[in-house]
């Protein structure tokens, strides 16, 4: 069954969807994106996706953006076209083609617009019941990871690194030796304190949707976050450490650089966390996530 994508307002098959290798994402990544969870065949948190997309685009200089009611619905029908119960969809706005290579961004901006999406298990998944181990990795990417860019070599080459020494992930360390965040996820710790602590937004770090979810969750339930920068040192000596993301939604780290977390299993912290955001997403947990009422 070919797949349905949607390019430039068109559903079209995924493999017969075509763009101009003089686009400007192609070219110079001039591009930003988002990655939207899916579940019970529902876009996760649709509009604060929508508000980030047009900062992100603003902060390239963009003025006007693609209709936020065209986008999202264009999200129902991908996930009705590709039937994803649970999955994500992702979306890549870039500056477009003009026919050749010139640095300064054309004006007017003729954007792609692209979107497609998959079904792919979130919740009952091994790195969430289990967790998964990180590398530290140097934060090599530039200095304006508030912006969804397209840009990825940086996460590219952690990853791999990560890949190659037999872990599932990697955490950017910043040249002050504190933890920026996870390569495509943002990185928490609970330390021996019991404080949970997660970096404050700034330039240094996507401001994560999922992040900003489990800030309004726990503040429902009277629990704390710790709004600061931690180093890898600390990171290795906490208790508990996971990430968050549309796709990770939230993944226990057992493992940090080599040191083991709290005998190497996700921790009573972790599991909460996981109970209050399954069911924030409007998941059954008992059903959809056993393990994490252990
Ligand atoms: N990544 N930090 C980075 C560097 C990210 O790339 C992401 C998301 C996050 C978490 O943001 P959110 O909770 O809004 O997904 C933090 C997506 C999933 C990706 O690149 O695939």
């Not at 993944?251 to 996700?266: F, Q, R, S, Y």
Request: charged letters at 20%; aromatic letters at 8%.
């Amino acid at each position: 069954l070919a797949r349905t994508a949607w390019l430039n307002g068109v559903f079209v098959a995924a493999d017969e969807a075509r763009i101009s290798p003089f686009d400007r994402a192609f070219l110079f990544a001039d591009a930003v994106y988002e990655v939207t969870a899916v579940y019970n065949g529902q876009p996760v948190d649709m509009e604060r996706h929508l508000d980030r997309l047009e900062r992100s685009l603003s902060e390239i200089g963009f003025t006007t953006f693609p209709a936020r009611k065209e986008i999202a619905a264009a999200h129902h029908r991908l996930i009705a076209e590709n039937g994803i119960g649970e999955g994500f969809i992702y979306l890549q706005v870039s500056r477009g083609a003009y026919g050749g290579r010139d640095f300064p961004a054309p004006d007017p901006a003729r954007p792609t617009v692209f979107a497609f999406g998959e079904p792919k298990p979130l919740i009952d998944v091994p790195s969430a019941r289990n967790g998964i181990k990180v590398i530290a990795f140097d934060d090599i990417r530039w200095a304006r990871c508030d912006i969804k860019s397209t840009g990825l070599l940086g996460p590219v080459l952690a990853k791999t690194a990560a890949k190659t020494a037999g872990k599932e992930d990697a955490w950017f360390v910043d040249g002050d030796g504190l933890i920026t965040e996870a390569a495509s996820a943002n990185a928490w710790i609970v330390t021996q304190q019991g404080e949970l602590v997660t970096r404050a937004l700034s330039n240094a770090i996507l401001p994560g949707i999922t992040r900003h979810a489990i800030f309004d969750t726990l503040a429902q339930h009277g629990l704390k976050i710790v709004e600061r920068s931690f180093s890898l040192e600390e990171a290795k000596q906490s208790v508990e450490a996971f990430n968050t993301s549309a796709v990770a939604l939230v993944t226990p780290v057992v493992e940090i650089d080599g040191a083991t977390l709290a005998g190497g299993k996700p921790g009573p912290v972790t599991r909460s966390i996981q109970r209050l955001y399954y069911t924030a997403i409007g998941a059954d947990v008992a059903k959809a996530a056993p393990w994490a009422n252990e």
